[in-house]
């Protein structure tokens, strides 16, 4: 499972980094949504996985030898509001953004004009 996920991370890294590169600023906004989920899914990777064992019993001991970490998931939840935080202020500038220009082409954007 781990190496699925591993490709999963590097298909959503390669995309990323190919729409990062397009002059569309929606692109832009699609390839750092990517970025954000390919993090969050190297960081549950790392943390482990093992599936349909409980991390600790009743009385406190480890079921495990080596238990889940709960902080990645924590991390990862952390990071997903944050992310849709972040992804509806990009949607929003990219609204102003179309709204001042007309158009959503980055290389639009000059310093020289009055927006």
């Given at each position: 499972m781990e190496i699925l996920l591993a490709i999963v991370v590097g298909l959503l890294y390669?995309?990323?980094?190919?729409l990062l590169l397009r002059?569309?600023?929606v692109?832009?906004?699609?390839?750092?949504?990517?970025?954000?989920?390919?993090t969050n899914?190297?960081?549950?990777?790392?943390?482990?996985?093992?599936?349909?064992?409980?991390?600790y019993t009743a009385n406190g001991i480890a079921a495990v030898a080596n238990p889940?970490?709960?902080?990645?998931?924590?991390?990862?939840l952390t990071a997903?509001?944050?992310g849709f935080g972040i992804t509806a202020f990009f949607l929003a500038?990219?609204?102003?953004?179309?709204?001042?220009?007309?158009?959503e082409d980055l290389d639009d954007m000059t310093e020289g004009e009055n927006l």
């Open positions: 390669a995309a990323g980094v190919y002059r569309s600023i692109k832009l906004i699609l390839g750092i949504m990517f970025f954000s989920h390919a899914l190297l960081i549950f990777v790392v943390g482990g996985l093992h599936k349909g064992q409980p991390q889940t970490d709960p902080l990645p998931q924590a991390l990862i997903i509001v944050i500038l990219m609204y102003r953004f179309y709204q001042t220009t007309g158009t």
